[in-house]
């Protein structure tokens, strides 16, 4: 994505939990729609760099199997739109 900096963001595991930090990114980084730096980061949240969309997973989904290699997930219907 050209509007990706090549230091974007990054996401660290910290005591109280994983946190999603801006890297002084010229487009910004977004959760759930608000700016981010600094923000803790809860299962499901949508995060924007640039304009890529990533879904904040603390588990893997599980498949039918219980499997939770990357293998059995559930394939995905297409891009966000």
Request: no cysteine; hydrophobic share 45%; proline share 9%.
């Amino acid at each position: 994505d050209a509007h990706v900096s090549e230091a974007h963001a990054n996401i660290v595991r910290t005591s109280a939990g994983w946190v999603l930090g801006d890297l002084d990114s010229k487009n910004g980084t977004f959760v759930a729609g608000g700016a981010a730096d600094a923000t803790p980061l809860a299962d499901g949240d949508l995060i924007e760099i640039g304009r890529a969309l990533l879904l904040f997973r603390l588990v893997p989904p599980s498949a039918a199997d219980g499997s939770s290699t990357p293998s059995a997930w559930p394939a995905r219907a297409g891009p966000p739109r």
